[in-house]
């Protein structure tokens, strides 16, 4: 397993409120840091979302699902049910059951066995039975909602419920407390023993050791973290599904249909890359302040992004401008340090004989540099995913644009540029002294950043977009933000560190302790400041 696929979607500490993220909407955590959106509405989980888990020794990846509807699992796979949210979500569910090895069955062990309880059970015992026989699939029913031990007494229904759920033929039920954590060690000691069966059953090694070294030689390579940003309804999740080749997201027509950043492993070309699908972000006063789930999601989308290396904004063509909402999110993704590009979707509803793909991208640049200069020349690809036209330009555009963003450039390559760019333009003077840059070195890449060593603590901001807009145009760090750090440096960084008394004569500093040591060990009395000792001569 490589180190970077259990990349989680946290936030350790979340920086102070900047302008960019006021406008979106952006609020800081307070108590969630990370993973699904829980709330108490029904039909909150829509998408499955994966990720690593650990037990032990044991690594598995674990699948959140949506709940599942048992009166519309038969239409899901209809003619009606083929262009409804609630059928995608029970495909997506499905499919998940199919995927995996073990099934846990979660019900709510007060209400007891529902008609859509016996409907899933209906199915996966359906599923079982008509399933590969290669593959063996495991299914556990798992109580939830019983906290403490009051559920046992004999007043309680539950008992009779858990009665009734061992009949439908997959064992007596486990109860646990997902909320409060009860019951947790029973659910490992399930997933452990089934995996070390499935070792056995295909001679595995039983621990992860031999398997998670071979997974480490087989990608070196860290995978690239992209992110897939926007407004509602611009074809966020039609672009993930096809780029991937499948229906792995849900896409629609109605706005708000993706809540969960749901990350998806994937190879394009060989090469790893962590694909996320996120939440449409509105502005905070286009949004209800009952809805607590889009707040969530925004707040997902925000951390898929600051964890990302390079971040597509996907813009809508109909709207045949740039929208202020999307200017914000470009101006988050550049003050965050990441790698920005462009997808001018939908271009299939403006493109035609006369006004062609290439006109369409090239508008669409002009437009981020009138309304963001800072932003000019931004890598962009006009395309239409629902067609899948000119899709596949975008990944080597993506991987162009991170490989530049990581870029570290050398030293003298740097400081040839840097006087280049004095001769043609010096610093202007301050308080009536000349400034000077002396040299200047990078700090690190992702995003680059650069120290100026001058004679002075700070340079004017417009010599220091000079100095960005000429850096950018010299080596092509378009689509993101190049920073310039001016540190103050009175001394020659290339003479002598320090005005301190050199050690000279024999043995050094080192040799006169050891002289002063011994002509107080002889004599009693330590040297005389200034004056030597007489070495004997022996």
């Known amino acids: 397993m490589c180190k970077e696929s259990n990349r989680a979607y946290r936030l350790g500490s979340d920086k102070k409120k900047t302008r ?95 008609s859509d309880l016996a409907e899933t059970v209906r199915w996966l015992r359906k599923l079982s039975n008509a399933g590969d026989q290669q593959q063996h699939r495991e299914i556990v029913i798992l109580a939830n909602k019983l906290e403490g031990d009051r559920w046992a007494s004999m007043d309680s229904n539950v008992l009779d419920n858990l009665a009734e ?92 249909l993706t809540r969960d950043s749901i990350k998806v492993p994937w190879l394009w070309k060989e090469r790893p890359v962590q694909i996320v699908d996120t939440a449409g972000i509105r502005r905070g006063l286009q949004r209800e302040r009952s809805d607590e789930i889009e707040d969530l999601a925004v707040l997902d989308a925000m951390r898929a992004m600051k964890l990302a290396d390079v971040a597509v904004l996907v813009l809508d063509a109909q709207a045949q401008y740039i929208q202020r909402q999307e200017l914000a999110i470009a101006d988050s993704v550049v003050r965050e340090g990441r790698a920005l590009v462009v997808a001018a979707n939908k271009m299939d509803l403006v493109v035609d004989d006369e006004y062609t793909k290439h006109d369409f991208a090239k508008a669409v640049q002009e437009q981020i540099e009138v309304r963001f200069p800072m932003l000019r020349k931004t890598p962009v690809v006009a395309m239409s995913s629902l067609l899948g036209h000119n899709v596949k330009k975008l990944m080597p555009t993506v991987f162009e644009a991170r490989d530049r963003w990581a870029r570290v450039m050398p030293t003298g390559v740097l400081n040839r540029w840097l006087q280049d760019v004095m001769e043609e333009h010096s610093p202007p003077s301050q308080a009536g002294r000349a400034t000077k840059i002396k040299y200047i070195i990078q700090t690190k890449g992702r995003p680059p950043t650069f120290l100026l060593f001058c004679n002075v603590s700070e340079l004017p901001v417009n010599y220091l977009r000079y100095l960005t807009r000429h850096f950018q145009d010299s080596f092509n760090f378009f689509g993101m933000e190049v920073r310039l750090v001016v540190k103050k440096s009175d001394k020659n960084p290339f003479g002598n560190k320090s005005n301190k008394k050199s050690f000279v004569g024999i043995g050094g500093w080192k040799g006169r302790q050891k002289r002063m040591i011994a002509q107080l060990k002889k004599t009693g009395m330590p040297t005389k400041k200034g004056k030597r000792g007489k070495r004997s001569k022996s």
């Open 20 to 114: 960019s993220n006021a406008r979106i909407g952006y609020r800081s955590p307070s108590k969630r840091s990370g993973g699904a959106i829980v709330t108490p509405v029904a039909g909150t989980t829509r998408d499955r979302r994966e990720c690593i888990g650990r037990v032990g020794g044991t690594t598995f990846r674990l699948v959140d699902t949506a709940g599942v509807d048992g009166e519309k699992i038969d239409h899901a796979f209809g003619k009606q049910g083929k262009h409804s949210m609630d059928g995608a979500m029970i495909r997506q569910t499905m499919e998940a059951a199919k995927q995996s090895d073990l099934v846990l069955l979660m019900f709510d062990a007060r209400l007891g066995v529902t």
């Open 165 to 256: 759920v061992s009949r439908a033929g997959f064992g007596e039920a486990i109860p646990i407390s997902a909320e409060h954590g009860e019951g947790m060690v029973d659910v490992a000691e399930i997933i452990d023993k089934y995996t070390l069966e499935k070792r056995q059953r295909f001679g595995l090694p039983l621990t992860n050791e031999e398997t998670y070294k071979k997974n480490t030689d087989d990608y070196n390579e860290k995978p690239l973290q992209l992110a897939i940003l926007g407004r509602q309804n611009v074809g966020k999740s039609t672009l993930v599904n096809s780029l991937l080749g499948e229906e792995r997201v849900i896409a629609g027509d109605t706005p708000g």
